[in-house]
């Protein structure tokens, strides 16, 4: 696929372990890999929402009678899946990567390698885009969203030298950006270092975390009984956020133990969480760091 290559494809649909006349949803629709991969399982009675509000990625839309695609964020789930009538779905499949898309398409200004204008949002309407936040952000909001979204250990130097910078002038480009913080990349780390600090605008621009735990919290509502949720993440950030919820039902503290002990939990994982073989690493060198985690409604 010239949009986006699909990392863990048949691990992450075999982990729906699909009923054919079931309904399923895909959050991060993006090329439609894992959506056409899950349609191909269905039988003609069953379903599959996708949600995606990206625009370029909703020109990928599938023609099939059995396919809704939704142009909203999956913060929003449950809302919109019950504008359609969807109570409970029997699988949900997301895929947290930025698109092979997004990333070449040096406009959007997600990629390390290609200059673009400071943008990195996933939807195109959104108005905080990375410009503003590089060259409006206090400079402890800086430093927190570097040290925490980017885990950079010269956070609070970084933040001051932008700072320092767009008192001069904007700082326009990812180019800009890389130049501005040269000194932070000593050789030899130099892509490791500019990946974090991308990373970390991206995170905040999109608010990622936050949309992350709001989607999460509402999954046990909305799978039946032994539905399944299957979750593709690609930094330590978002994968510790999907193994607690699996594991308690929550992002902080312990869940509440039941009479006999047992912690009340509203889901169980299903096996260990699943690597790409050095075969996809090798065709996709962006799965490098991919983690999925499937989880079972209880």
Not at 141 to 170: F, H, W
Not at 225 to 246: N, T
Not at 257 to 267: A, E
Not at 275 to 284: C, F, G, S, W
Request: charged share 25%; proline share 3%.
């Amino acid at each position: 696929m010239t949009y986006h290559n699909p990392v863990l494809l048949h691990q992450s649909v075999d982990g729906l372990h699909i009923n054919p006349e079931g309904v399923y949803v895909d959050v991060t629709f993006g090329g439609g890999g894992h959506s056409r991969e899950i349609l191909s399982r269905l039988s003609a009675q069953g379903k599959l929402f996708a949600f995606d509000t990206d625009a370029d990625a909703l020109q990928n839309c599938i023609e099939d009678d059995r396919f809704t695609l939704i142009p909203e964020n999956f913060r929003f789930i449950k809302r919109f899946l019950r504008l359609y009538g969807i109570q409970k779905v029997d699988g949900i499949l997301a895929d947290l990567g930025v698109s092979s898309h997004q990333f070449d398409d040096a406009h959007r200004g997600f990629s390390t390698r290609f200059e673009g204008k400071l943008d990195m949002r996933m939807n195109q309407n959104a108005t905080l885009s990375a410009w503003e936040v590089i060259n409006t952000y206090a400079e402890k909001d800086l430093t927190n969203l570097l040290a925490d979204y980017g885990e950079l250990n010269q956070a609070k130097e970084m933040a001051k030298t932008i700072l320092t910078s767009r008192t001069v002038k904007p700082i326009d480009s990812t180019n800009d950006l890389k130049m501005v913080l040269s000194r932070f990349m000593p050789k030899g780390r130099e892509n490791k270092i500019i990946a974090q600090i991308f990373q970390a605008i991206r995170i905040e621009v999109n608010q990622e975390m936050d949309v992350l735990k709001e989607f999460l919290m509402q999954t046990p509502e909305l799978l039946n009984k032994d539905g399944r949720l299957s979750v593709i993440s690609y930094h330590s950030l978002e994968d510790r956020l999907v193994k607690r919820f699996i594991r308690n039902g929550m992002f902080e503290g312990e869940p509440e133990r039941d009479m006999f002990g047992n912690f009340q939990v509203p889901m169980k994982k299903i096996g260990n969480h699943i690597v790409p073989t050095d075969a996809e690493i090798k065709q996709n060198n962006r799965a490098r760091s991919a983690k999925l985690r499937i989880a079972e409604k209880i």
